[in-house]
Each structure stands twice: as structure tokens, then as C-alpha cells.
Nanobody, 118 residues
Framework: VQLQASGGGLVQPGESRRLSCTIS????????VGWYRQAPGKEREFVAN???????NYSGSVKGRFIMWRHTARAMLFLQMNNLLPEDTAVYYC?????????????WGQGTQVTVSS
């Protein structure tokens, strides 16, 4: 399984950016797919995900500004980030999670840097 994230870059506060992630490999039927981020000196944190039952979840810090969706046929994830703030600066990782008999296996992309600065 390989996850490839792209779309990061330098943006000004208030601007928008769209991240993409391609999932390739033999695995499918993910329990959840989504996005995490890690700012300098901080732990990786949850941003958004979509579960197998169709529920989409967002962290409180991005809810209302970020939109995540999944294009199943193309095995792709997207994260539309609007009204970006300096505190959104981080490396963004796409994630695919499989839960089987209470065992969790996470797959990660390489990350894409988003820097929000004027």
C-alpha cells in the first residue's frame, strides 16, 4: 500500500489550498481514510476523516474551514482548506486505516508541507 500526498506549498493567511492523496496497492475496504498534520515541535494530530459507514469527521480547529472528500473510483482523497491561518502550518499526511478484530493498522503517505505566512 502506498499513499502519495501532494498540493502543499506557501500560501497567505485567508487563502485556500487543496491537497490530494492517491492510494495505491492491493488493500481496499478501508475502515477510515483521512488527513492528519504535524506542526514543528508538536505531535501529529487528527484533521479529518471519512469512515466506512460514510461519516465525515473534522477536528474542532478546522471544522467549517476544511472540507474532505473521497473519490472512491480513483482511490483518491482530497482536502480543501479555506481561510487558512498561520496555525494551520504543518506537514499534512494522508492516512488509510484498517481495523480488523480490534487491531488497527495505519498506512501513511510521505506528507506535504503547507506553510501559511504573509
Amino acid at each position: 500500500v502506498q499513499l502519495q500526498a501532494s498540493g502543499g506549498g506557501l500560501v497567505q493567511p485567508g487563502e485556500s489550498r487543496r491537497l490530494s492523496c492517491t492510494i495505491s496497492g492491493s488493500e481496499s475496504d478501508w475502515s477510515a481514510v483521512g488527513w492528519y498534520r504535524q506542526a514543528p515541535g508538536k505531535e501529529r494530530e487528527f484533521v479529518a476523516n471519512k469512515t466506512a459507514d460514510g461519516e465525515t469527521n473534522y477536528s474542532g480547529s478546522v471544522k467549517g474551514r476544511f472540507i474532505m472528500w473521497r473519490h472512491t473510483a480513483r482511490a483518491m482523497l482530497f482536502l480543501q482548506m479555506n481561510n487558512l491561518l498561520p496555525e494551520d502550518t504543518a506537514v499534512y499526511y494522508c492516512n488509510a486505516r484498517k481495523i480488523f478484530q480490534k487491531e488497527i493498522t495505519d498506512y501513511w503517505g510521505q506528507g506535504t508541507q503547507v506553510t501559511v505566512s504573509s
